[in-house]
């Protein structure tokens, strides 16, 4: 009998396969009538489609011509935010990954439709494109999945600093609406609708989360329906042995030992190519 060989979720063969999945991906999550868990599912295989393709910065350019015109503009963003990374990058020396994983909790977020009234609200209200608030969303929290305090400090969906929220918002931090709100009303004190960069900057001075955020953002400005893919990634985090999922339910109130957690955890071990 012929042996199988199962090959675990993200990991390509060659640069054909990928491109074959990115442009599946993109054309399942702009396909009318999918439903919400067909929708997180086409998610997750679009996160790690794009890990993929991280792993494999030689593979832009083919990639770029192999996927089916509705892959390639999600593509070319995606691409823009990675190389924001690596320019932020380039010249520093490398840090050690963790050896811990975070003290955190793990939920699912709210539902598509609850936070797409959220941000068209905040936008009405101050003029900050929605976008970018589930940008940040997106970028700080994966939409509210991660619930725990940050190693800055900052706490709730959209990530503030306790100080910060005090001087610049009302309501409550850890509340998704209220936190939202506060976001759009902090980037408009520093310069947004106007200046979205400088407003991001002061938000998180770090060019590498700035160009992220913006190219997240543009992409959905590009095609609303990119926020429905963004909306179903889950949470990684990379430790001393190797990047780990944390699945909803992961739940901590103390850093666990990232080694003792693999062993316990095999499915949630993050396969390298």
């Avoid at 850890?174 to 408009?188: F, S």
């Amino acid at each position: 009998m012929a042996s199988t060989t199962t090959v675990p979720a993200g990991v390509f063969a060659d640069v054909e396969a990928l491109a074959a999945e990115l442009s599946a991906v993109e054309a399942g999550i702009r396909a009318e009538g999918v439903s919400a868990e067909e929708l997180a599912a086409l998610g997750r295989r679009q996160q790690l489609a794009y890990r993929a393709m991280n792993r494999h910065d030689e593979w832009q350019s083919t990639l770029l011509a192999l996927v089916d015109p509705v892959a390639q503009a999600p593509l070319r963003y995606h691409i823009a935010a990675r190389q924001f990374s690596i320019a932020h990058s380039a010249g520093k020396p490398a840090t050690d990954p963790p050896a811990v994983l975070p003290a955190w909790t793990i939920i699912e977020p709210l539902p598509v439709e609850q936070l797409r009234s959220y941000y068209p609200e905040a936008e009405a209200a101050t003029g900050v494109p929605w976008q970018y608030l589930a940008a940040i969303h997106f970028q700080e929290t994966r939409m509210g999945r991660v619930v725990g305090v940050s190693s800055a400090g900052a706490v709730g969906p959209m990530q503030f600093l306790p100080t910060t929220w005090a001087i610049c918002c009302e309501g409550d931090p850890l509340d998704t609406r209220d936190a939202i709100l506060g976001a759009a009303r902090y980037l408009v004190a520093h310069g947004a609708p106007g200046d979205m960069e400088a407003a991001l900057n002061a938000y998180n001075p770090n060019s590498a989360y700035v160009g992220a955020v913006t190219a997240y953002a543009q992409n959905m400005q590009a095609d609303e329906r990119a926020y429905l893919g963004y909306h179903g990634w889950q949470v990684f985090y990379g430790t001393s042995v190797g990047t780990v999922r944390l699945p909803v339910g992961y739940s901590a109130t103390n850093e666990v030992d990232a080694a003792e957690y693999v062993r316990t955890h095999p499915a949630d071990v993050v396969p390298i190519t």
